[in-house]
């Protein structure tokens, strides 16, 4: 076509010839055309087709809108329109859905592929980028064969029995002319158009108008006209009036600007004259010019597109489109007018239709008219000018009559982003005074954010800054100490949080949060963050809430800490006497563990600046556990509770990847990546290796064996709780229970099971019968054996865990014991080297699991299904 680098080498890898859509053979087009037109169309205004595909699109523009309200509104060539156009374009075309953020992805690629298009040189610059090409090929096969199966899906009717030679099928002739119409044509246009729309309604440009309005005859215009200001001086649309707007946008700054043709074609690279002459034939059986042998370094075909040739013909429609004849005198104008003007409308190709030839199967006419109108239409009928607020380098975006409509991209910040100090500031680098206008004026909004005792516990970098430097000198007030006497209660204790420091951890955990958000973020560069250690899942947010990452980006803290530690460490004891205790319920805790444990050690006095004691409000011994409050208390406390169980895009093991053939075949899979590149200072993993594999033993064709009960009960975690029995049952006799039907009447949350089950043993210790709540029993013979065996494995492992382990083993036992033994023995008490060994850690793993256990909307909290906690 001589009008940009539209290589047939581009195409070739999978079985294309010689083009996608633009350049291709006449059966090609004859073929695949009444699938574009099917594709692309929207049916008659009062077809199920049309109500289809408006409430289709409508909600596709609703949910982006309500989207990008949170997180801005970027409008440029490379920016949210375009992905999302790509987005709405997908599902019309294969009735599919895919995330916005998919849409980014194949933006990149599309970006590229269009600065290939339109470069018009022989020798074009990205062709000379060694090795580039190659790739670009290999990225259209590799999306021309994803697209194949949905094709031959949907369209394999329309296509049968058609020749789409010399390509190898009409499939995969369709499938790349879809790519075609994403990349180039549909999702071009539609962001051109869309972005210069939204760039009208909020240009603020001066001067208003266009130079071109009745100075048609001017010739060699000045330069100053070809960066105007905006050419709509009203700056908005009244209700009713969007599709003329959007027309008006399209006639105005046209998105097809020419589709060139030659009169006499280029010379073959490789060919003669002569030899080129010959491949022209009569009745559409013209071929295209052979691919020559590859060439280094840019390791493809030598192609000519532009010598050779005679009478190339431009007919350009954005002059066609401002045709005073047909549009009016102001034409070089742009105004809402009436509607029935554009039926002489030149931009979407109305001409090139004749239904006489084959049918109407040679219409070179865009398919996709009436689906860009109804698209660009709803689309600024969702759109609301208020919800907006105008972006500061408004009087930049200036227009011109090119291409490309406006020169200055632009985000738009919604008005909810901006009262929440959310503002997304122009360029530093284009607008470096504009950007630093914006800059303060979001420190400020968040300083007076962070003078609210509710905003002070979910505050954010900017409160540090506040504090720093004087805006909000009460932000680094040390905390109120305790006044009371005796233990201090648990909301003491977490007010004992430096604010300072929660506010340094509230921004690097809200650092964390944002980049899980956006799940287009390469792991390499959350490993680079620190936001993930190597090896790790991902906790993008469609598998976790954010409370999930922020615990885990805590924990990873403290266990940090104890990379210092050798798995057989234990400190000698040296101190004994009292310390301060906190209470929580009936429960009374050591603050500091005078053995030295890891994070609660009493620390040396002179290691600690004194202004910043008084900073930190803790004196030297409590620094550490003060430290452990921040990374466990309100930072975590304070985030909403989500479990979207009822949701089936989030919060699936799917999503995680997790399952056959995926990155973690089971669940303790990917909870143990989580924890594998945590060692000690022995190269010992923090996560202790697993001694009985139970999976190993009695999982057995994706059923579990009645061997693991067996174990479980007689050997493992249920021992404590078996007892001695005597119950008839088929004739058998019953010698052991394990009971857990007590814990029935334990409240739970919707979604979850009823803790519960009786389950009985043979004298051989095999399980036999599981009793439910209600009464009924269940044999191993049962359908619901299996079932019912499940509900018993997680109900005693969970109480055995709350109950057994959490309350009476660490709380009661062994805070007891630790504590006792450094308040009472010398530490060369022979009994207290004894019991240090057996207690070592005691007291700073109860203190930190209070914070993540045990109180109200921490991590066990929401784990458990149990309703009042």
Known sequence: LGTGFLSPYLWSSRGIDPFAALGVEPNQHAAVRPALEKMWGTGGKNSAEYRRTEDMVRASIQEFLADRRKNGLKVDMLGDVMAWAHQVLYKKAFKRDITLMEGKVFMVFQLLYLGLALQSDTEPVLAKVPFLLPTLRQQVARIVRSYEPIVQEMYADDLDGLDCSPSTSCVTQLASAILDAFLLAGGVSLTVSINAGIALLYSTAEPMGTPYSGNEEVENPPDSWLAWGNPFPDMAYEHGQELQFYWEVLRYFAPVGSVASWTKPVTCAGLSEDQTKALLKDGGASQPCPLEGYNLPQDIPRVNQYTGGAGHIFPVLPVAMRDPAKFGADANSFRIRDLNVYKWS???????????????????????????????????????????????NSRHITFSQGSKPFHTGFTLSSQDMVKDCKEICPSRLKFPKLHQECTAAKQQCQCNRCRTEENRLLGSWSCVECALFGQNPELVTPPKPWRGEGPRPASAELARCPTLVARLLEAQGGAAVQAYQESGVPTSLLELMNIKAKGSPVLWQNVTDPFAVLFYFSLRMIVSALSAFHSDSVIIPSLFGSFETMTYGDITLPVVDLDGYVVTTPLDPKLFDSKLVELLGAPPNHVQSALQVCLLGPFLLDQAKHDWLDDDDRNTWVQASVGLGRSFFRKKDWILALWAPYKLADNIGMWPKTEVDFAQLFLKADLWDDGLEQAIAFSSIGTHRLETTKRDFGGEQLHFVVSLNAFASLEVRPGFGRYGGDMYFSEAGMPVLVVTPDGTEVSHASKDWQYWKFVWRSSLVSIVTLQDHLHMAHYKVANVLAASSRRELQPDHPARRVLTVFTWGSIGINYKSMFALSLKDSALSRTMPVKAF
């Open 346 to 392: 030149v931009g979407f190709g109305e001409m090139a239709e004749n239904s006489k030839v084959t049918n109407g199967r040679m219409n070179r006419s865009c398919p996709g008219k009436s689906l860009t109108l109804m698209v660009g239409s709803l689309f600024f009928e969702e759109f609301n000018k208020r919800d907006w607020v105008v972006p500061r």
